[in-house]
């Protein structure tokens, strides 16, 4: 054998070790769950507005543009609280920073079922959004503690799977609850979903306290074998790296972040469309059913969450994210511009390309956070990170304000989703543009891991 092959084999060896791959697949039973749950409960508080928009804007006689902002705020609290909360969790762990954030955000989806004028549905859904901010960088940035850069797409994909969850489960629940529960105790359907929703949350945040361990060397539940085993492979993953930014303020000022920021930006725009306005899309339709709508967003959802588990993992047996990310991306644009032309005429073909356009979409997202694990570390990356999603996600005040302006005043979808589908397409010649591929290294890391991984 050459030496060249000697090392390759030593290399897979090293890598795919039994106990070190045992290790990761403990690691992964532990905390991907519990953080699944957390995010499930995150996206049904965040967008069961959706749904309970299907009732609330007649009887609170409130405008589509009205709700177009009251949606899309959100995003203006979470922009101004993400990169604090991120750096308070670099400080003091995730363990108390994802507790607090829990618990907050349960309390404000509760107090949504209060709603009386589009003041306090503002100041309410701002609030959302303060409470919310950092919990998706956090965790993102958590995640990095614990796996080195050739499984965290995987990871990433299998954690973000949960918002597809959210929807297949949230879709459903909330239209049951608007019709089940409508007129129970004086209260209508939407007020019912605010708050069945919203007390999980709450209580799940006081779990999160005494289940979470901020980092492997604090695992009570691994060995010490197994923890050495973890510090030498993620070692390993920051030499392969090489050298990434650590200080805060540089990774604020690189202009890498900022190609990020505009590529992410163009993915979240269609994100935030399909959530907050899916829902009144599958309606235009035909069908007018809040079950019948919960039903098609679940199975459009279980779908977006295959494609986000696949797609992850491909990139990652593969070493390779760029395309992974804009061409997953161009697709739910090209399937966004067809659902605005087929809405109108043939509401069940629109439907299928609905559901591609979340696959699309949903598919881009968990493979698009290995581009910045690449050149940010430490602070930086827990700085960076959140500075991303934050600014990216002003988006998602973006498109909602949008959709519900050009709705209200065409009294079509059509010509919002053709624009959001302009702007998620901008996602792959950005990503074309400005972002390298990987090195050799983490290429011959990833094909040395694939080597021995089950398919």
């Given amino acids: 054998m050459t030496s060249e092959g000697q090392g390759a084999a030593q290399s897979s060896g090293t890598i795919g070790s039994t106990a070190l791959d045992e290790t990761y697949r403990r690691i992964t ?53 993400e990169v604090p909360s991120n750096l308070l969790l670099e400080y003091i762990g995730a363990r108390k920073t994802i507790a607090r954030i829990t618990f907050l955000w349960g309390i404000c989806c509760v107090a949504m079922m209060f709603v009386t004028t589009p003041l306090f549905f503002y100041v309410l859904r701002f609030l959302l959004g303060v409470f919310e901010a950092g919990f998706y960088p ?57 708050l069945l929703e919203g007390i999980p949350s709450i209580l799940a945040g006081l779990v999160t306290l005494f289940y979470l361990t901020d980092r492997p060397s604090k695992a009570c539940w691994l060995t010490a074998e197994q923890k050495a085993l973890v510090a030498a492979d993620l070692a390993r993953d920051a030499a392969a790296l090489g050298h990434r930014e650590h200080r805060i303020l540089a990774s604020l000022k690189d202009a890498r972040v900022w190609q990020c920021i505009a590529i992410f930006f163009c993915i979240i725009t269609a994100n935030s469309a399909l959530t907050f306005y899916g829902p009144s899309v599958v309606r235009d339709a035909g069908f007018t059913d809040p079950l019948t709508v919960g039903w098609i967003m679940s199975a459009a959802y279980l779908c977006g969450g295959a494609g986000m588990i696949f797609n992850g993992r491909h990139s990652d047996r593969t070493g390779e994210a760029r ?12 399937a966004i511009a067809l659902t605005g032309f087929l809405i109108a005429s043939a509401p ?42 934050s600014v990216a996600n002003l988006a998602g005040f973006g498109a909602p304000t949008v959709m519900g302006y050009l709705r209200e005043h065409t009294g079509s979808p059509a010509t919002g989703l053709w624009l959001v589908a302009g702007v998620e397409a901008l996602a792959l010649v950005l990503i074309l543009a400005f972002v390298p591929r990987a090195n050799a290294a983490m290429e011959h890391r990833a094909r040395a891991r694939a080597a021995h991984e089950p398919a």
Avoid at 42 to 68: H, P
Avoid at 155 to 177: K, N, R, T, Y
């Fill in 323 to 334: 395309l992974h990310c804009g061409v997953s991306a161009f697709v739910g644009a090209l």
């Fill in 138 to 194: 956090g965790v993102i940035l958590f995640l990095t503690y614990w796996y080195p850069s050739e499984r965290r797409a995987k990871v990433f994909g299998l954690f973000m799977s949960a918002s597809a969850l959210a929807g297949v489960i949230g879709g459903p629940l909330a239209g049951a609850i608007m019709s089940g529960m409508h007129g129970v105790n004086g209260w209508s359907g939407w007020q019912w979903v605010f």
């Fill in 29 to 81: 039973w532990r905390l991907l769950p519990f953080l699944m749950f957390l995010w499930v409960l995150s996206w049904i508080d965040r967008v069961n507005i959706g749904f309970a928009k299907l009732q609330m804007l007649s009887e609170l006689r409130f405008s589509e543009t009205v709700y177009g902002i009251g949606a899309g705020i959100f995003f203006i609290g979470y922009f101004l609280c």
């Fill in 348 to 389: 069940l073909l629109a439907m299928v390309t609905l559901a591609v356009a979340i696959v699309g979409t949903m598919s881009a997202i968990p493979v698009f956070w290995q581009i910045p694990g690449r050149f940010l570390a430490g602070s930086a990356a827990a700085a960076g990170i959140a500075l991303i999603n």
